[in-house]
């Protein structure tokens, strides 16, 4: 008979020093970027020992990719259900924006590390991933006639730098993702 062995209050404690390690390192990243970022900052913002961070993060890429997993669980994208019962293009086109843009909000400097996603693999892979899923969102938002230019124009408009500036210059999240929304759909009906 084989004995199943449980960390029990051990696994518990370890599983709680992985998560302030993970949440430190997502601070940093939101306040000084993934570049600007070192282990022993990671492990001082922890309150643990760099060996500690170390331990649960042989690498640095170990500590961006749990990054990006929290990061995902507390953002999560939009996905295919976001235009459940909208019926006109102008409906899904206005759910897609304000999605994507809330989304922005909730990740303090998605732009910022979204910047460095060519210094570090597991970035990369992330954005790619987020990229394609935009493009696939932008695709059923547009519905028939969603050729690539129209495609391409809409996901540029809703990059994350269109929200910011929109932000500096002064409009709440709704009201920029309504001042977008309002733009593609006039375009769309023109074309």
Known sequence: MVRKYTLGRRGEAAEETRRRIVEATFALHMEQ????TTMTQIAERAGVSVGTV???FP???????ACGEHALALAPPPGPDLFAGAKTRGARIERLVRAVFDRY?????YEGVRAERGKF???RAQFAAESQTVRE???AAIGRGADAAKAATVVALIEPGVW???RVAGLATAAASRQIAGVLNAWLDAR
């Open 54 to 56: 170390y331990h649960h």
């Open 59 to 65: 690498q640095y890429d170990d500590a961006i990719r």
């Open 33 to 36: 970027g993934v570049a600007a």
């Open 121 to 123: 693999a597991p970035l």
């Open 105 to 109: 909000e909730r990740i303090p400097n």
């Open 164 to 166: 910011q500036a929109l």
């Open 137 to 139: 969102l932008v695709a």
